[in-house]
C-alpha cells in the first residue's frame, strides 16, 4: 500500500554558497597546515621567537583571508550594493587590523620577522590561490532554472 502523503523534498542546496563554503573550508585547512609546519620551521630556525613569529604570521593570514569570504558568505542573498558596501567594509577593517598590529609589534623582539613574513606571504598567497580555484571549479549556474522567459 502507498501513501499519498510524499514527504517534502528538502531545499536545493545553493551552488554559490557551496563555493564560498568550499573556499572557507579550504582556507582553514591551509592555514592549519600552515600553522604545524610554520611553527616546527620557526622552532627549527629561530626559537621561540619562530614559533612566536609562526602564531602570529598565522592569525594575520587568518584575518586577512578569512573574513572576505565569510563576509561574502554572510551577504549572499542580500542586494548587490548591500554585499559591495559589506566586502568593502571587511576590506578596510582587515587592513587596519593588519597595519595596526604590525605597528604594535615594530618595537618588540619576541618574534622572528623572517618567520612572520614567510607564513603571512605563504597564507595569504595560499588562500588566494584556494579562493580561485574554488571559484573556478564550482558548478553556479548561468542562469536560474524554470525562470520565466521575458
Do not use: C, N
Request: cysteine-free.
Amino acid at each position: 500500500m502507498t501513501t499519498s502523503d510524499p514527504t517534502p523534498a528538502a531545499p536545493a542546496p545553493d551552488p554559490t554558497a557551496a563555493v564560498f563554503r568550499r573556499a572557507l573550508r579550504d582556507t582553514g585547512l591551509l592555514l592549519g597546515g600552515l600553522a604545524v609546519v610554520g611553527l616546527g620551521a620557526g622552532a627549527l630556525l629561530a626559537g621561540a621567537p619562530g614559533v612566536w613569529g609562526a602564531l602570529i604570521g598565522v592569525g594575520l593570514a587568518l584575518v586577512f583571508s578569512g573574513t572576505t569570504v565569510v563576509a561574502m558568505l554572510r551577504t549572499l542573498h542580500s542586494p548587490p550594493t548591500t554585499m559591495a558596501a559589506v566586502v568593502m567594509g571587511t576590506w578596510l577593517a582587515k587592513v587596519l587590523v593588519v597595519v595596526v598590529v604590525l605597528a604594535l609589534l615594530r618595537d618588540h623582539d619576541f618574534y622572528s620577522r623572517g618567520v612572520l613574513a614567510a607564513v603571512l606571504a605563504l597564507g595569504v598567497v595560499g588562500a588566494a590561490v584556494l579562493d580561485f580555484r574554488a571559484v573556478q571549479t564550482g558548478r553556479v549556474p548561468y542562469v536560474e532554472p524554470g525562470a520565466p522567459a521575458r
